[in-house]
């Protein structure tokens, strides 16, 4: 494997260990593809760095356990922030 692709999974991996990222965090934060991320943490890691990449495994399926949560909030922020300029009532209407 190239060197510079290397380079990039450990740094990647190490940004989602420390900080708990998403993949999609970590992709925007790296400025690579959500998809690249992705592959790099499940495939190329563990040849790699096998412990490294249990820890993001375990990072990555707590966000994923997670992610209805921080959908449920997203929207209840969406809609809270239109109720308050006035622009629709509580059921989301207008």
Known sequence: MYEYIEDRVLEVADYIV???ATVRQAAKKFGIS???VHKDMSERL???DPNAAEQVR???QKNKDERHMRGGMAT???YK???EKG???RN???
């Open 18 to 20: 420390e900080s708990g």
């Open 34 to 36: 959500k998809s690249t």
């Open 46 to 48: 563990r040849y790699i």
């Open 58 to 60: 375990r990072v990555l």
């Open 76 to 78: 209840y922020m969406k």
């Open 81 to 83: 922030e239109k109720r």
């Open 87 to 89: 622009r629709v009532d």
């Open 92 to 94: 989301g209407k207008k």
